[in-house]
Nanobody, 125 residues
Framework: QVQLVESGGGLVQAGGSLRLSCAASGRTFSTYSMGWFRQAPGKTREFVAVISWSNWATYADSVKGRFTISRDNAKNMVYLQMNGLEAEDTAVYHC???????????????????WGQGTQVTVTS
């Protein structure tokens, strides 16, 4: 069983930056692919970024070049650095994990077993 706890959300002006953190419990964190997903009001949850257990990363087109995902296996942490924030980035951001996930499954929300409660990001224009 893995527990995920997000932090770092908040209120920021357009063009600003935030760094989200996700703390994971458990001793096998390094085997987990970790993703960030977001859900805006009235919309379905969508893929944002993922970093695989092998440290390969990919991003949604809407955030490419602005967001950076990283992980620290020694600390059981995954991060999402968000720069150049836009009003459209306003959402609840969730981290999610699944062991040994790879290939096209990395961007498939249905493949993730463990989810955090989420952290609110609000960008004002």
């Amino acid at each position: 069983q893995v527990q995920l706890v997000e932090s770092g959300g908040g209120l920021v002006q357009a063009g600003g930056s935030l760094r989200l953190s996700c703390a994971a419990s458990g001793r096998t964190f390094s085997t987990y692919s970790m993703g960030w997903f977001r859900q805006a009001p009235g919309k379905t949850r969508e893929f944002v970024a993922v970093i695989s257990w092998s440290n390969w990363a990919t991003y949604a087109d809407s955030v490419k070049g602005r967001f950076t995902i990283s992980r620290d296996n020694a600390k059981n942490m995954v991060y999402l650095q968000m720069n150049g924030l836009e009003a459209e980035d306003t959402a609840v951001y969730h981290c999610a994990g699944h062991p040994w996930l790879g290939g096209p499954d990395l961007v498939n929300i249905k493949k993730y077993t463990y989810w955090g409660q989420g952290t609110q990001v609000t960008v004002t224009s």
